[in-house]
Nanobody, 123 residues
Framework: QVHLAESGGGLVQAGGSLRLSCAASGLTFNRYALGWFRQAPGKEREGVSCFQFSDDSTYYRDSVKGRFTISRDKTKNTVYLQMTSLTPEDTAVYYC????????????????WGQGTQVTVSS
C-alpha cells in the first residue's frame, strides 16, 4: 500500500528558506514519479516540481526554477523540496503525490497523495 507523509512546513519570513520532506513507502521506486504540488487559498492546485525515480530527472514550474530544488535520499525513501528565496506568493499547502507514471506537473495524473503541510511566508 502506497503511503506518503509530508513534513517541514512552517512560517518563514520573505527571503527565507524551508525544506519539505515526503517520506514514501509501498512503492516500486524505479517505476514511479513523485511530484510536489501546492494550493493557495482560493486558487487551484498547481504543480511545483517532479522527481523521476528511474533516472533522477527533475522538473520545475517556471516560477520556482532557480529557487526550489527537488532531491531524494534513497536510504530514507524520502524526497525533499528545498525552497529558498521564498516570497508571500509561495504561501500554500504543499502536497506530495506519486504514481507509476512519467513525471508531470499535472495533478490529475497522480492517485496517491499525502496529507499536506502548510507553508506561510510573511512579508
Amino acid at each position: 500500500q502506497v503511503h506518503l507523509a509530508e513534513s517541514g512546513g512552517g512560517l518563514v519570513q520573505a527571503g527565507g528558506s524551508l525544506r519539505l520532506s515526503c517520506a514514501a513507502s509501498g512503492l516500486t521506486f524505479n517505476r514511479y514519479a513523485l511530484g510536489w504540488f501546492r494550493q493557495a487559498p482560493g486558487k487551484e492546485r498547481e504543480g511545483v516540481s517532479c522527481f523521476q525515480f528511474s533516472d533522477d530527472s527533475t522538473y520545475y514550474r517556471d516560477s520556482v526554477k532557480g529557487r526550489f530544488t527537488i532531491s531524494r535520499d534513497k536510504t530514507k525513501n524520502t524526497v525533499y523540496l528545498q525552497m529558498t528565496s521564498l516570497t508571500p506568493e509561495d504561501t500554500a499547502v504543499y502536497y506530495c503525490a506519486t504514481d507509476r507514471i512519467p513525471c508531470t506537473l499535472f495533478d490529475g495524473s497522480f492517485d496517491y497523495w499525502g496529507q499536506g503541510t502548510q507553508v506561510t511566508v510573511s512579508s
